[in-house]
């Protein structure tokens, strides 16, 4: 049963001008090391960089809650499979909240621009065992 979609849209160049400005000190708070090392791998991380802070604000959507009601951005990282699709990878407070609403499956896509970038989050809930 799905419990509940969420998408984002950012655009690329205000993700660069932060970055711009606040450097590591932005990119500590708000991605994982992996998601780091991943984005700056790139030409144009800044393009990468905001994929993944629209899925990181797509599963907020998708959970019902905003920024700022205990889960860390951090606490959400965009991982990859062998075959390069985009998952999600939740620790902390973020796999509490997937826990304590029994949702067994999150699904993401990813898709950029040079201007844009989003991401749509689904969850899916076990009714059975709630």
């Known amino acids: 049963m799905i419990y509940g979609i969420g998408i984002d849209l950012v655009e690329n160049n205000r993700i660069e001008k932060i970055i711009t400005r606040w450097g590591s000190k932005f990119l500590q708070r708000v991605f994982s090391n992996g ?17 993944r802070f629209a899925a990181k604000e797509s599963f907020l ?8 009601m205990g889960v ?31 949702i067994t499956k999150t699904h993401l896509s990813l898709t950029h ?18």
Request: hydrophobic share 40%; net charge positive; proline share 1%.
């Open 113 to 130: 621009t040079d201007n844009y970038a989003t991401a749509i989050v689904l969850l899916e809930k076990n009714i059975i065992k709630c």
């Open 72 to 102: 860390k951005l951090r606490e959400i990282e965009v991982v990859h499979d062998n075959n390069g699709k985009p998952d999600l990878a939740l620790r902390g407070e973020a796999k509490k909240q997937i826990e304590k609403r029994c």
């Open 35 to 51: 998601e780091i090392k991943y984005c700056e791998r790139h030409a144009k991380a800044s393009i990468h960089f905001a994929a």
């Open 61 to 68: 959507k998708a959970l019902g809650i905003g920024l700022g």
